[in-house]
Protein backbone atom coordinates (compact mmCIF):
# COMPACT_ATOMS: atom_id res chain seq x y z
CA UNK A 1 0.00 0.00 0.00
CA UNK A 2 1.15 3.64 -1.29
CA UNK A 3 1.29 6.18 1.66
CA UNK A 4 -0.75 8.73 -0.98
CA UNK A 5 -3.05 5.84 -0.83
CA UNK A 6 -4.06 5.48 2.78
CA UNK A 7 -3.67 9.03 2.88
CA UNK A 8 -6.02 9.49 0.33
CA UNK A 9 -8.59 6.88 2.39
CA UNK A 10 -7.89 8.33 5.38
CA UNK A 11 -6.26 5.26 7.18
CA UNK A 12 -10.14 3.97 6.89
CA UNK A 13 -10.06 0.24 6.74
CA UNK A 14 -13.50 -2.19 6.87
CA UNK A 15 -13.37 -2.05 10.52
CA UNK A 16 -13.61 2.06 10.48
CA UNK A 17 -9.67 4.13 11.26
CA UNK A 18 -7.57 1.47 12.65
CA UNK A 19 -3.94 3.16 12.88
CA UNK A 20 -2.51 -0.50 13.51
CA UNK A 21 -3.52 -1.34 10.38
CA UNK A 22 -1.31 1.38 9.14
CA UNK A 23 2.55 0.31 7.99
CA UNK A 24 4.58 3.39 9.64
CA UNK A 25 2.09 3.34 13.00
CA UNK A 26 1.67 1.53 15.61
CA UNK A 27 0.47 2.03 19.28
CA UNK A 28 3.79 2.05 21.09
CA UNK A 29 4.11 -1.40 23.54
CA UNK A 30 6.86 -1.07 26.36
CA UNK A 31 7.23 -5.10 27.99
CA UNK A 32 6.45 -4.34 31.56
CA UNK A 33 9.23 -6.49 32.91
CA UNK A 34 10.25 -10.19 32.46
CA UNK A 35 7.97 -12.31 33.99
CA UNK A 36 6.81 -16.30 34.05
CA UNK A 37 2.93 -16.97 33.18
CA UNK A 38 2.77 -19.67 36.12
CA UNK A 39 4.02 -16.65 38.88
CA UNK A 40 1.92 -14.34 37.81
CA UNK A 41 -1.06 -16.12 37.76
CA UNK A 42 -0.21 -17.34 41.45
CA UNK A 43 0.49 -13.80 42.52
CA UNK A 44 -3.05 -12.64 40.41
CA UNK A 45 -5.54 -15.55 42.28
CA UNK A 46 -4.18 -14.55 45.71
CA UNK A 47 -5.13 -10.95 46.28
CA UNK A 48 -4.45 -8.14 47.81
CA UNK A 49 -3.23 -10.25 50.46
CA UNK A 50 -0.14 -11.35 48.90
CA UNK A 51 3.51 -10.72 50.28
CA UNK A 52 5.00 -7.31 48.79
CA UNK A 53 2.24 -5.27 48.66
CA UNK A 54 -0.04 -4.06 46.00
CA UNK A 55 3.38 -3.07 43.71
CA UNK A 56 3.61 -6.86 43.23
CA UNK A 57 -0.48 -7.27 42.47
CA UNK A 58 0.43 -4.26 39.99
CA UNK A 59 2.82 -5.89 38.35
CA UNK A 60 1.18 -9.36 38.13
CA UNK A 61 -1.76 -7.27 36.47
CA UNK A 62 0.34 -5.98 34.07
CA UNK A 63 1.86 -9.12 32.82
CA UNK A 64 -1.28 -10.98 32.57
CA UNK A 65 -2.86 -7.84 30.32
CA UNK A 66 0.09 -8.60 28.49
CA UNK A 67 -0.62 -11.52 27.06
CA UNK A 68 -4.71 -10.89 26.66
CA UNK A 69 -3.52 -8.30 24.67
CA UNK A 70 -1.15 -10.02 23.00
CA UNK A 71 -4.21 -12.93 22.15
CA UNK A 72 -6.36 -10.16 21.19
CA UNK A 73 -8.27 -10.34 24.22
CA UNK A 74 -9.09 -6.55 24.98
CA UNK A 75 -12.25 -6.79 26.79
CA UNK A 76 -10.34 -9.24 29.44
CA UNK A 77 -7.21 -7.33 29.31
CA UNK A 78 -9.72 -4.40 30.53
CA UNK A 79 -11.46 -6.51 33.18
CA UNK A 80 -7.91 -7.20 34.41
CA UNK A 81 -7.27 -3.58 34.48
CA UNK A 82 -10.46 -2.16 35.58
CA UNK A 83 -10.20 -4.52 39.00
CA UNK A 84 -6.68 -3.26 39.09
CA UNK A 85 -7.63 0.66 39.27
CA UNK A 86 -10.34 0.07 41.36
CA UNK A 87 -7.30 -1.31 43.98
CA UNK A 88 -4.89 1.06 43.21
CA UNK A 89 -5.90 4.00 40.86
CA UNK A 90 -2.26 5.83 40.77
CA UNK A 91 -0.49 3.35 38.55
CA UNK A 92 -0.17 5.41 35.46
CA UNK A 93 0.97 2.25 33.42
CA UNK A 94 -2.35 0.63 34.12
CA UNK A 95 -4.75 3.38 32.88
CA UNK A 96 -2.35 4.01 29.74
CA UNK A 97 -2.64 0.05 28.88
CA UNK A 98 -6.06 -0.04 29.39
CA UNK A 99 -6.41 3.12 27.01
CA UNK A 100 -4.63 1.05 24.23
CA UNK A 101 -7.26 -1.75 24.94
CA UNK A 102 -10.17 0.68 24.59
CA UNK A 103 -8.54 1.87 21.40
CA UNK A 104 -8.33 -1.65 20.09
CA UNK A 105 -11.76 -2.34 20.60
CA UNK A 106 -12.69 0.92 19.26
CA UNK A 107 -13.87 2.75 22.07
CA UNK A 108 -12.34 6.13 21.86
CA UNK A 109 -13.68 7.78 24.32
CA UNK A 110 -13.07 5.77 27.11
CA UNK A 111 -9.30 4.94 25.15
CA UNK A 112 -8.88 8.92 25.48
CA UNK A 113 -10.19 9.44 29.01
CA UNK A 114 -7.70 6.59 30.35
CA UNK A 115 -4.57 8.54 28.35
CA UNK A 116 -5.68 12.04 30.15
CA UNK A 117 -5.72 10.38 33.55
CA UNK A 118 -2.07 8.81 32.96
CA UNK A 119 -0.66 11.47 31.87
CA UNK A 120 -2.05 13.61 34.95
CA UNK A 121 -0.95 10.70 36.99
CA UNK A 122 2.47 10.91 35.05
CA UNK A 123 3.02 13.82 33.24
CA UNK A 124 6.24 12.68 31.16
CA UNK A 125 5.06 9.49 30.40
CA UNK A 126 5.97 9.26 26.80
CA UNK A 127 4.32 6.12 26.35
CA UNK A 128 0.86 7.91 27.12
CA UNK A 129 1.63 11.17 24.89
CA UNK A 130 2.26 8.82 21.76
CA UNK A 131 -0.96 6.17 22.88
CA UNK A 132 -3.08 9.81 22.92
CA UNK A 133 -1.43 11.04 19.32
CA UNK A 134 -2.05 8.26 17.65
CA UNK A 135 -5.72 8.43 19.44
CA UNK A 136 -6.34 12.08 18.38
CA UNK A 137 -5.22 11.08 15.03
CA UNK A 138 -7.60 8.38 14.85
CA UNK A 139 -10.28 10.94 15.49
CA UNK A 140 -9.24 13.47 12.87
CA UNK A 141 -6.92 16.24 14.95
CA UNK A 142 -3.67 16.16 13.19
CA UNK A 143 -2.49 19.01 14.70
CA UNK A 144 -3.38 17.64 18.34
CA UNK A 145 -1.62 14.69 17.71
CA UNK A 146 1.38 16.72 16.44
CA UNK A 147 1.29 18.24 19.92
CA UNK A 148 1.12 14.73 21.94
CA UNK A 149 4.23 13.73 19.73
CA UNK A 150 6.56 16.72 20.16
CA UNK A 151 6.01 16.18 23.63
CA UNK A 152 7.20 12.72 22.77
CA UNK A 153 10.34 14.09 21.46
CA UNK A 154 11.10 16.28 24.34
CA UNK A 155 11.10 13.85 26.85
CA UNK A 156 12.97 10.90 24.33
CA UNK A 157 15.03 12.83 21.72
CA UNK A 158 15.96 9.66 19.99
CA UNK A 159 12.78 7.77 20.27
CA UNK A 160 12.05 5.48 16.62
CA UNK A 161 8.52 6.14 16.32
CA UNK A 162 7.80 10.00 17.65
CA UNK A 163 9.27 11.70 14.70
CA UNK A 164 7.74 9.11 12.12
CA UNK A 165 4.20 9.75 13.74
CA UNK A 166 4.39 12.80 13.88
CA UNK A 167 5.33 12.83 10.26
CA UNK A 168 2.34 11.29 9.43
CA UNK A 169 0.09 13.80 11.61
CA UNK A 170 2.06 16.93 9.65
CA UNK A 171 1.04 14.85 6.50
CA UNK A 172 -2.65 14.61 7.46
CA UNK A 173 -2.67 18.60 7.71
CA UNK A 174 -1.02 18.75 4.33
CA UNK A 175 2.09 20.25 5.97
CA UNK A 176 4.94 18.59 3.51
CA UNK A 177 7.57 20.41 4.73
CA UNK A 178 7.67 19.89 8.23
CA UNK A 179 6.72 15.74 7.35
CA UNK A 180 9.87 15.95 6.10
CA UNK A 181 11.75 17.59 8.52
CA UNK A 182 10.78 15.13 10.87
CA UNK A 183 11.52 11.96 8.37
CA UNK A 184 14.92 13.18 7.50
CA UNK A 185 15.72 13.02 11.61
CA UNK A 186 14.29 9.79 11.53
CA UNK A 187 16.75 8.36 9.35
CA UNK A 188 19.54 9.88 11.07
CA UNK A 189 18.27 8.22 14.45
CA UNK A 190 17.45 5.26 12.99
CA UNK A 191 20.41 5.31 9.85
CA UNK A 192 19.48 1.32 9.60
CA UNK A 193 15.56 1.50 9.71
CA UNK A 194 13.75 0.10 6.82
CA UNK A 195 10.69 1.68 7.87
CA UNK A 196 12.16 5.33 8.02
CA UNK A 197 13.47 5.40 4.21
CA UNK A 198 9.89 3.82 3.24
CA UNK A 199 8.21 6.49 4.78
CA UNK A 200 10.13 9.24 3.18
CA UNK A 201 10.26 7.86 -0.09
CA UNK A 202 6.87 7.93 -0.24
CA UNK A 203 6.66 10.93 0.68
CA UNK A 204 9.33 12.23 -1.84
CA UNK A 205 6.24 10.66 -4.15
CA UNK A 206 3.75 12.52 -2.79
CA UNK A 207 5.74 15.76 -3.41
CA UNK A 208 7.06 14.95 -7.24
CA UNK A 209 10.40 14.60 -6.25
CA UNK A 210 11.32 11.40 -7.82
CA UNK A 211 15.10 11.90 -8.06
CA UNK A 212 14.84 11.62 -3.47
CA UNK A 213 12.77 8.86 -3.83
CA UNK A 214 14.51 6.57 -5.87
CA UNK A 215 17.61 7.11 -3.29
CA UNK A 216 15.36 6.65 -0.41
CA UNK A 217 13.94 3.16 -1.91
CA UNK A 218 17.62 2.19 -3.09
CA UNK A 219 18.41 2.60 0.54
CA UNK A 220 15.53 -0.11 1.48
CA UNK A 221 17.16 -2.27 -0.79
CA UNK A 222 20.62 -2.19 0.68
CA UNK A 223 18.99 -2.89 3.65
CA UNK A 224 17.28 -5.42 2.54
CA UNK A 225 19.99 -7.16 1.11
CA UNK A 226 22.53 -6.43 3.74
CA UNK A 227 19.90 -8.41 5.94
CA UNK A 228 19.60 -11.35 3.46
CA UNK A 229 22.97 -12.09 3.81
CA UNK A 230 23.01 -11.61 7.57
CA UNK A 231 23.00 -15.76 9.75
CA UNK A 232 19.49 -15.85 10.98
CA UNK A 233 20.47 -15.98 14.26
CA UNK A 234 21.95 -12.26 13.86
CA UNK A 235 19.04 -10.63 11.81
CA UNK A 236 17.07 -8.24 13.33
CA UNK A 237 13.71 -9.40 14.18
CA UNK A 238 10.96 -7.75 12.15
CA UNK A 239 8.32 -4.95 14.33
CA UNK A 240 5.53 -5.71 14.18
Request: charged share 20%.
Given at each position: ?????????????????????????????????????NQLTLLHTKGPGVEGSSSWLNWAVHGIAHCLYELSRFQDAVRELTESISRDDGDAWTWTMRGVCYARMNVADSAMRDFNMALKLNPNSSWAYSCRGLAHLEQGTPATAVEDFTQVIRIEPRSESAYRNRAIAYLRMKNFSEALSDLNTDVEVNPNKLEAYQARADVWCETEDYVNAIEDYTACLAIVSSRSKQPLTEQEPEQA
Open positions: ERLAIMLSHGFKSQRGVDLQDVRYLSFPWHNPTQYKP
